[in-house]
């Protein structure tokens, strides 16, 4: 089953942005989008930081059953796995 996590993160660089992880497969797809009319753009490599928050949220749910266990122990064994970048979609020829 797919594990959608997100939350809010600031840089003097960039800004505010939204970061997403899509964890399924045993995979992590991380993405951020900056500002309401933007779309979504690869992010990474992650940070340590970024991790942590990571395994921060997902340990928050799971004394609510919204995650097991096990698939808690697979998104903590994902920290040494190295991390893949969402495939960019092109729009396709208009008629």
Same mark, same amino acid.
């Given at each position: 089953?797919?594990? !959608?996590?997100? +939350?809010?993160?600031?840089?003097? !660089?960039?800004?505010?942005? *939204? ?7 045993? %995979?992590?797809? +991380?993405?951020?989008? *900056? ?23 997902? %340990? ?10 096990? *698939?808690?122990? !697979?998104? !903590?064994?994902?920290? %040494? ?15």
């Amino acid at each position: 089953m797919a594990m !959608e996590f997100g +939350w809010w993160d600031k840089t003097p !660089e960039d800004g505010k942005y *939204q970061i997403c992880v899509r964890v399924h497969g045993g %995979n992590a797809v +991380w993405t951020r989008k *900056q500002g309401h009319h933007t779309s979504w753009e690869p992010y990474g490599p992650p940070t340590e930081a970024d991790w942590d928050k990571l395994i921060y949220e997902a %340990n928050r749910r799971v004394p609510r059953r919204l995650i097991s266990p096990k *698939q808690f122990a !697979e998104i !903590e064994g994902l920290r %040494n796995k190295p991390t893949l970048l969402p495939r960019v979609s092109k729009p396709g020829p208009t008629r």
